[in-house]
Every structure is written in C-alpha cells, then in structure tokens.
C-alpha cells in the first residue's frame, strides 16, 4: 500500500520557523526526486523544493535562502524534512511531499493528506 504521510505543520507568525515532514517507503521514491509541493487557497500547486537521491537540492525562487530541504533513509523508509524560515503570509498553503514528478497510480496522481502550515500577521 503506498502511503505519503506529511505532518509538522501548524501557525505561526510572520518571520517565525516551522518543519514539515514526511515518510514514505524506498520504493515510493525510488531514484526519483523527492519533492515539497504547496497549495494555497484558490491558487494551483506547485512544487516547492525538491532534493534529488544523489543529495542535489533545488528551490523555487519564492523559497530559496528560506527554506531547506533534506532526505534521509532508515529501515528501508525515507524522511524529507523542509525545514522553513523567516515564513512570510505568502506561504500559507497545504504541503504535501511527493516524488518528482509526482506519483502516479493508474491515471490518478497520488497525494497525501497534506499538512497545513498558516502564517499570520
């Protein structure tokens, strides 16, 4: 059963930190990329983050010097933190992780429960 479980979100005020995480099995990722996308409220997803298996990390232009991103594996799960800094209102959204490019099951793309990260004023 291929599970993303994301989890760390929560409020906090403008300029504050947070860390998002997120486990899955080896097999979810495989050698691909292992990624943050975000969601905001009327707004399209997009990929945030993403680390590649050789360790290579890449951020969105809205993130970088911000946030960072790591993997680590242990017992045969992976964990991809996003560590996230200086938060400004512009990065409430729901994240979730996820391969690049993303999952797929049948013709579905296949995403989490997500985690909720609110920054206020």
């Known amino acids: 059963q291929v599970q993303l479980v994301e989890s760390g979100g929560g409020s906090v005020q403008a300029g504050g930190s947070l860390k998002v995480s997120c486990t899955a099995s080896?097999?979810?990722?495989?050698?691909?990329?292992r990624g943050w996308y975000r969601q905001a409220p009327g707004k399209e997803r997009e990929l945030v983050a993403f680390?590649?298996?050789?360790?290579?990390?890449?951020?969105g232009e809205a993130v970088k010097g911000r946030f960072t991103i790591t993997a680590s594996v242990e017992n045969g799960k992976i964990t991809v933190d996003l560590q996230m800094i200086n938060l400004k209102l512009e990065d409430t959204a729901v994240y979730y992780c996820?391969?690049?490019?993303?999952?797929?099951?049948?013709?579905?793309?296949?995403w989490g429960q997500g985690t909720q990260v609110t920054v206020s004023s």
């Open positions: 996820n391969r690049v490019p993303v999952l797929r099951i049948g013709q579905d793309d296949y």
């Open positions: 680390i590649t298996s050789g360790g290579t990390a890449n951020y």
């Open positions: 080896e097999s979810v990722f495989g050698l691909y990329g």
